[in-house]
């Protein structure tokens, strides 16, 4: 990047100082909607001992903080729309706190009948597919039912349901597969401001006066220079005095003095320009550097998912299966072990992979005998996977114990990886002594009008069961069960010294268990012993059901599986455009921000493999495609699908959010769905020759995403979006980084044109070495059938600012 010349530092106003930090959480962004209150819990903002806070009055928006139910309600003032700041004071220092208010319209959806059933609804993405909470009112006169909902711009899924049955609208041809063998009608809300207002990062300098930045506005509607009071910046949790931003015309600088540069520290800046905020430029800064290069954070992980079982067997004297006659082998162990898996830790297979965060399916106890799934065909199964526990202290004894537990988080720490334990929160098994011992922690199977309520995944959310054998805890209803279980959570990583948790079923689960959870963690791990814990769940739903449990208070990332509900059509269908994809990528910032943690994955052990979608062997649109794992096992029959996966995982391994690889993915590993997506895994001389160099080739993508601080850390600009290509451009303080793809099976040179804030005389191929010219802008990238390029924007002189 370019550095700015130090005559520039003169700017600097030496006295000044930041406030003090004491909160040391960054706050992140709240969204409101316009004339709207909207209530949250103060500990979900930020995390203290210290909620005594007191909110500063401000023009744009109304805060009333209650103090003994520590709930902050805010309500934005009718006219105001944009992005603002928020001051409050805790412990005499002050903090500010950044905020949206954005007019939501409403949509209304309409559906004729020529029938008048008594009752029909709508449900979909919006409502996380509630079947029962968006009934419509119907004009009997015209014969139409409607419903009208706000809804941000965006693409949404929907269905309607009326008597019990599911149907599409019939005046929407516009659908998408749901994988469940139907299809989805989709409905897109644009967005109303159309014209482009981003900022960009340019350089920055540092010396002993203090940290300047550069930045670079574009607004192709509003051309005037940017005023300082337009602009917003914040350095951790306090807005930089104006007297340190130094504008330009459509440049400014942004200078942080040198007594607070020690440490972590993050500095956010976006435009606020009459009503339209840009993009917020988020940048992380260790010691006075910036972040990527010498220090690791959560935004370095690369995450390789293990199901224990199905790993490696390290030690076949625990390779017991379970005695059944109705157990299939494929529904019973398979004799994986931890040994397996730390053998393959000290081998160095991690190493050259890659990958620096091992997910470990469930270690706990399971039960030792198989039973009947509910669903037909009823088929048996042993607990193999690890969610059916009946210990909450000890390891299955096919896997190990927990000293070989302990050892396997040893030796992974030496080689610079991280574990994640796989926590189940919602249930036991019907053999747990919690189930026996204390029936009053947990709910009940019947419902009151005396249906079973079994995977009501929705309807009855927090209620639910997912087998009859499985009772699911009321935390709701039992203090006492959510004390005892968030204390198990804390002790497993005090015990086994782990890195954190990937969380299970996490929306059964109320909020009250996560805040209560996170809040012990951070007082009895991170803050004494100085430890980063890590969180990551799993949730299928909507944006905002999926978003209520990512914030300070609670879990630091989930699943971004609203984002691979659209990657996979996008990839595998010919006729869909990345266009789509680009649309959900930028709904998905402006849920969770550019700079997010989410995990982006392209298989799990819950999801067809992407392979048997490559290769032809399950379409989208496959309702059972379990039965299709059991009767007609997919095998990879066409080298060109690796090259599909190639492709996959380079947009995976480049794109905002922190790439999780399923065990497998690395070379190519096919399945339809659970449990044939769980085959034992292969290595070496396991691998046929397609599948040893899509190896080679995937280490090459992980190395690049690890030696490249931009697609860990940068923004991210869309270049083109369209049918067949997709290219996007990441920033940081380091570098800028060009990443091209061509889902189609025929080789083209695609232009692409640089904004003029990108000044580059060429691009370096990262892949193949070489590199092409950029002329006025202007590049032509080549691309083989399916192909991927990642290039570096280089300059030949580098010019001062």
Not at 46 to 66: M, P, Q, W
Not at 282 to 308: A, Q, W
Not at 596 to 611: A, E, P, Q, W, Y
């Amino acid at each position: 990047m370019i550095r700015i010349t130090s005559a520039l530092l003169l700017l600097i106003i030496s006295n000044l100082k930041i406030f003090p930090q004491n909160i040391t959480d960054i706050i992140k962004p709240l969204h409101l909607q316009t004339g709207k209150a909207d209530t949250i819990l103060i500990s979900d903002i930020f995390y203290s001992n210290n909620y005594n806070a007191t909110f500063l009055a401000n023009k744009n928006v109304k805060v009333e903080y209650d103090k003994s139910e520590k709930t902050v309600v805010l309500k934005p003032d009718d006219q105001f729309e944009g992005l603002d700041l928020i001051n409050f004071k805790v412990n005499d220092s002050i903090y500010t706190m950044p905020y949206y208010s954005e007019s939501i319209s409403n949509y209304t959806f309409s559906l004729r009948l020529k029938d008048l059933p008594e009752k029909v609804n709508l449900f979909g993405s919006f409502n996380g597919w509630n079947r029962e909470n968006l009934p419509m009112t119907h004009d009997k006169k015209n014969r139409v039912y409607s419903v009208s909902i706000p809804l941000e711009p965006g693409t949404y899924q929907y269905k309607y349901i009326l008597q019990g049955k599911e149907i599409l609208d019939p005046a929407n041809q516009d659908s998408i597969p749901n994988g469940l063998g139907g299809y989805n009608s989709v409905v897109v809300i644009p967005n109303l401001h159309t014209e482009e207002c981003y900022l960009f990062v340019n350089g920055y300098d540092n010396n002993k006066g203090g940290m300047t930045i550069s930045f670079t506005y574009r607004n192709n509607k509003y051309r005037e220079p940017v005023r300082r009071e337009e602009i917003i910046a914040l350095y951790n949790n306090s807005a930089v005095p104006q007297e340190r931003i130094s504008t330009a015309a459509n440049k400014f600088l942004v200078t942080v003095d040198s007594t607070n540069i020690k440490g972590e520290n993050v500095l956010r800046v976006a435009v606020n320009r009459k009503g339209l905020a840009s993009n917020i430029q988020t940048l992380r800064f260790y010691d006075g550097e910036p972040e990527g290069n010498n220090h690791r954070t959560d935004y370095d992980n690369v995450i390789y998912s293990i199901m224990v079982d199905r790993f490696s067997d390290g030690d076949s004297s625990n390779s017991i299966p379970v005695e059944d006659p109705h157990l299939t082998k494929k529904a019973n162990y398979f004799g994986g072990d931890l040994q397996g898996i730390i053998n393959r830790i000290n081998d160095g297979y991690f190493d050259s992979l890659g990958v620096n965060t091992l997910w470990l399916s469930p270690v706990v106890d399971n039960t030792d005998s198989a039973y009947r799934e509910y669903p037909e065909p009823h088929r048996y199964y042993s607990g193999y996977h690890g969610y059916w526990p009946v210990s909450s202290t000890r390891v299955e004894e096919r896997f190990g114990n927990m000293d070989l537990l302990k050892k396997l988080v040893a030796d992974a720490h030496n080689h610079n990886v991280h574990i994640l334990i796989d926590y189940v929160a919602n249930h036991v098994h019907e053999e747990h002594p919690f189930f026996k011992e204390h029936r009053n922690w947990f709910g009940h199977l019947k419902l009151p009008d005396g249906r079973l309520n079994l995977r009501m995944w929705d309807d009855h959310r927090l209620t639910t069961w997912f087998e009859p054998y499985l009772p699911s805890f009321d935390y709701e209803g039992s203090r006492e069960a959510l004390d005892t279980m968030t204390s198990n959570a804390v002790w497993w990583l005090q015990v086994t010294d782990a890195d954190g948790f990937r969380h299970d079923a996490v929306k059964h689960i109320p909020n009250e268990f996560w805040r209560t959870l996170t809040r012990k963690i951070k007082s009895e791990i991170v803050i004494p012993q100085h430890r980063d814990i890590f969180q990551i769940g799993e949730t299928f739903g909507s944006y905002e059901l999926v978003n209520s449990y990512v914030n300070n208070g609670q879990l630091d990332a989930q699943f971004n599986f609203n984002l691979y509900d659209t990657a996979i059509p996008v990839f595998i269908d010919t006729s869909r455009s990345f266009e789509s994809l680009d649309e959900q990528m930028q709904k998905s910032f402006s849920v969770y921000g550019v700079n997010n943690l989410m995990g982006n994955i392209m298989d799990s052990h819950d999801k067809v493999r992407f392979m048997a979608y490559a290769d032809g062997d399950v379409s989208l649109n496959e309702g059972n495609a379990a039965e299709i794992g059991w009767k007609n096992p997919p095998e990879v029959d066409n080298k060109s699908s690796y090259n599909k996966l190639k492709l996959y995982l380079s947009y995976l391994l480049t794109i905002p959010g922190i790439p999780i690889i399923d065990y497998g993915d690395e070379f190519g590993m096919t399945g339809a769905a659970d449990p044939d997506n769980r085959r034992m895994m292969r290595f070496g001389a396991g691998l046929s020759d397609w599948e040893k160099e899509t190896l080679k080739d995937v280490r090459k993508l992980i190395k690049v995403r690890q030696e490249n601080s931009a697609l860990r850390y940068g923004d991210f600009y869309t270049i083109k979006a369209g049918r067949d290509i997709y290219a996007f451009v990441r920033s940081d303080l380091n570098e800028r980084i060009l990443v091209v793809l061509n889902k189609s099976n025929s080789r083209v040179i695609t232009p692409l044109e640089f904004p003029y804030a990108f000044k580059a005389d060429s691009v370096a191929d990262l892949i193949l070495g070489g590199s092409l010219p950029v002329n006025n802008y202007k590049v032509g990238i080549p691309l083989e059938p399916y192909g991927y390029s990642i290039f570096k924007l280089t300059e030949a002189v580098k010019k001062d600012e």
